[in-house]
């Protein structure tokens, strides 16, 4: 049986549970799950995305009792970024808006720039776009080798004084550069990529969050969508999307060992009548540390489903089941 969209809405209404996690040392509680939006940027990754289907699954997420959207200037040029201004109206006192500086997005690249005068422009411009007054969490969004990162936080240090960010953080941050930037200023939270196919920073990186009270908030939650369940047969990605590039799980070596974990999931979807998707959610959420899981949507079912992954709690058993296969067939990749 087929149901409308509205019916859908008031039925997944009827059965959401939506969970929420304070930043450590902030005023900020944040829905288990986050709406990420590279892909509304429309270019580079998740191009041909309908701006209205982006608006909806935003508006649908914060309906689902998602707070925090998380977003960049590198997303479409800010393109995202207006995306969610138009998606927030009317409603920013009950959103949570991450976004970043430090990746300046040209015509064929991201190149990481994170100069004194790159970082005022990108803070008056994003500011523009989301129509708002101030940001509540704002990331450095890749280091710069070329800039001092003295440099750096003493330029994010006025613009904090001056009110244009709630609170600072950092992403795809290493342990040194933390402990660096930790001696010169406070931050909240580290934004890295996480989910049981990238689990490298459960060594080290994941201690040192819990012992300095440091906030996880991870992206690449579904791996580039693999673990959607989705893809069955490699896929051939057009030229113009990244994720053949930016994720190591396209490619024919390890796919046999991929479905394989795929049959796991399934399995364990079907215990819970839910999603391979909603699964590879939860198991981000139940790991020890992870404040928070980002997750896209392209369009209003997409976002209400992952909504529901909050409600979704897996068992020890699934958990160790899932981790074993891990390590026993995928360990060079997830490590």
């Not at 701006?51 to 479409?76: H, M, R």
């Not at 580039?224 to 490699?234: D, V």
Request: charged share 25%.
């Amino acid at each position: 049986m087929v149901i409308g969209i509205s019916s859908f809405f008031t039925k997944y209404k009827r059965i959401h549970h939506m969970e929420y996690r304070k930043i450590p040392n902030t005023d900020l509680n944040i829905s288990t799950i986050g709406i990420g939006t590279w892909a509304m940027g429309n270019d580079f990754w998740g191009a041909d995305v309908d701006d209205k289907d982006s608006i909806a699954a935003i508006e649908a997420s914060l309906d689902s009792g998602i707070n925090f959207i998380d977003t960049a200037p590198a997303y479409g040029a800010g393109h995202a970024e207006t995306i969610v201004a138009k998606a927030i109206k009317g409603k920013r006192d009950k959103t949570i808006i991450a976004t970043k500086t430090g990746v300046v997005r040209t015509s064929d690249a991201f190149l990481r720039d994170l100069k004194p005068e790159t970082i005022l422009k990108d803070m008056e411009e994003s500011l523009t776009r989301l129509n708002t007054d101030y940001i509540d969490l704002y990331y450095i969004h890749w280091p710069d080798v070329n800039t001092p990162l003295e440099d750096s936080v003493n330029t994010l240090i006025k613009l904090h004084q001056q009110g244009k960010f709630r609170y600072l953080a950092v992403s795809n941050f290493t342990l040194e550069l933390m402990e660096q930037i930790k001696g010169m200023t406070d931050i909240v939270a580290l934004q890295p990529n996480y989910s049981m196919l990238k689990r490298s920073i459960e060594e080290d990186i994941v201690p040192y969050c819990v012992d300095n009270e440091l906030a996880l908030i991870t992206y690449g939650t579904l791996a580039g969508g693999f673990l959607t369940g989705k893809y069955r047969e490699l896929p051939n990605f057009a030229e113009a999307d990244a994720r053949s590039r930016f994720y190591n799980y396209y490619n024919e070596d390890t796919w046999p060992q991929l479905q394989g974990l795929l049959t796991v999931l399934d399995t364990v979807a079907e215990k819970h009548n839910c999603t391979v998707a909603q699964v590879a959610i939860a198991w981000s959420l139940q790991q020890k540390g992870i404040t928070s899981a980002l997750v896209g949507a392209k369009n209003a079912r997409q976002a209400i489903t992952n909504a529901k992954a909050a409600s979704v709690q897996l068992s020890k058993n699934e958990c160790s089941e899932i981790d074993a296969y891990l390590r026993n067939k995928l360990q060079e990749v997830i490590f």
